[in-house]
């Protein structure tokens, strides 16, 4: 057994050169995962959440992105830098995605079955045989919890519905037992109802395979069902880093705040959600300083200045210079 984490990845950082300038789309991220964790990864659209996790495994172009440092590694070992090869070799058979809406990345022409088959002899080289690659697509279907798999084998993706095009994409991406799952906004696009369903079954899987999963989403709540830790993401930095329990208890950075204030609240009537005001800053010419500084209710001159992440235990880290525990205390007392 290895004492390093699964996924490590250290002061990653990456730009997009445009016509308008460099847009610093991640900046100095520090994040890591152990074994049969599920991280969640939220924050609004644009905060680069996305952009992260395809671009640590090698899934944005180059150019116009540019990775400028960092390190990303998976059980040890250094992904960036990298052959297009390898990192195939690396997609798919250590690491799955499941993207947001599933009839993007299902082709319309080839029934589902086809599709199964195909990546899963994909994802093992070409070794699996066609026979042996259809029995586990089948056997994976029925694990998604798919009703009459062997109908649905054979079905086109335009005959199923979209929960069910998304349990065939769930079925695709773990068909390879792979040790790390990255679900890219996977309910989005469902219905509350099937939303729920597809939540339940990825909490099951999680458990029953002992997946190690990175989970992106704007909403706390979808990911506080699933994931043990909450990572939050904003204008390209993490600002909070916490288990589920301690940022809905206890939040630390304002940013968090206003994410939990915006969700709806089960057992007290609203007539409108709480948002937070302004807009994220512009990535082309970032602040020197917090970069939620402009949209905070507390920030002070101080916030002009650079900051780091700091550690309020061994399983809570904030980048706030104006967070004090005492007086964090003396607000949840009053």
């Known amino acids: 057994m290895t004492d390093h984490p699964l996924l490590d990845i250290r002061d990653f950082s990456l730009v997009f050169d445009t016509f308008d300038g460099t847009y610093h789309a991640i900046d100095g991220v520090n994040l890591s995962l152990q074994r049969g964790e599920a991280l969640g990864l939220v924050g609004e659209t644009g905060c680069g959440k996305s952009v992260l996790t395809r671009a640590a495994f090698g899934l944005v172009p180059s150019p116009p992105a540019r990775i400028t440092g960092g390190s990303v590694q998976l059980q040890g070992r250094e992904l960036l830098g990298l052959s297009d090869r390898a990192l195939r070799q690396v997609r798919g058979r250590e690491v799955a995605m499941i993207f947001q809406d599933p009839m993007t990345y299902l082709n319309p022409v080839f029934r589902v079955g086809t599709q199964l088959v195909d990546a899963i002899r994909a994802q093992s080289g070409g070794q699996t045989k066609r026979d042996e690659a259809k029995a586990i697509a089948l056997d994976m279907l029925e694990k998604v919890q798919l009703p009459n798999p062997n109908r649905q084998f054979a079905a086109y993706p335009h005959e199923l519905s979209g929960g069910m095009r998304q349990r065939v994409l769930i079925a695709m991406a773990l068909a390879a037992k792979p040790k790390l799952l990255?679900?890219?906004?996977?309910?989005?696009?469902?219905?509350?109802?099937?939303?729920?369903?597809?939540?339940?079954?990825?909490?099951?899987?999680?458990?029953?395979?002992?997946?190690?999963?990175?989970?992106?989403?704007?909403?706390?709540?979808?990911?506080?069902?699933?994931?043990?830790?909450?990572?939050?993401?904003?204008?390209?930095?993490?600002?909070?880093?916490?288990?589920?329990?301690?940022?809905?208890?206890?939040?630390?950075?304002?940013?968090?705040?206003?994410?939990?204030?915006?969700?709806?609240?089960?057992?007290?009537?609203?007539?409108?959600?709480?948002?937070?005001?302004?807009?994220?800053?512009?990535?082309?010419?970032?602040p020197a300083g917090c970069l939620f500084a402009a949209r905070c209710p507390h920030a002070a001159p101080i916030c002009a200045k650079p900051v780091p992440m700091r550690e309020i235990d061994y399983s809570h880290r904030v980048a706030c210079t104006l967070y004090d525990p005492a007086r964090e205390k003396d607000r949840a007392d009053a």
């Open 182 to 286: 990255i679900a890219d906004e996977p309910t989005t696009a469902l219905d509350v109802t099937i939303q729920a369903q597809i939540l339940d079954l990825m909490a099951e899987l999680v458990a029953d395979m002992g997946l190690t999963m990175i989970m992106i989403s704007h909403d706390l709540g979808v990911v506080a069902q699933v994931c043990s830790r909450i990572a939050v993401m904003y204008a390209g930095k993490i600002v909070e880093d916490a288990p589920v329990a301690r940022i809905f208890d206890a939040p630390a950075h304002p940013y968090t705040k206003g994410l939990l204030a915006a969700l709806p609240h089960p057992f007290r009537r609203q007539d409108r959600l709480e948002s937070i005001p302004g807009t994220l800053p512009d990535l082309l010419h970032p």
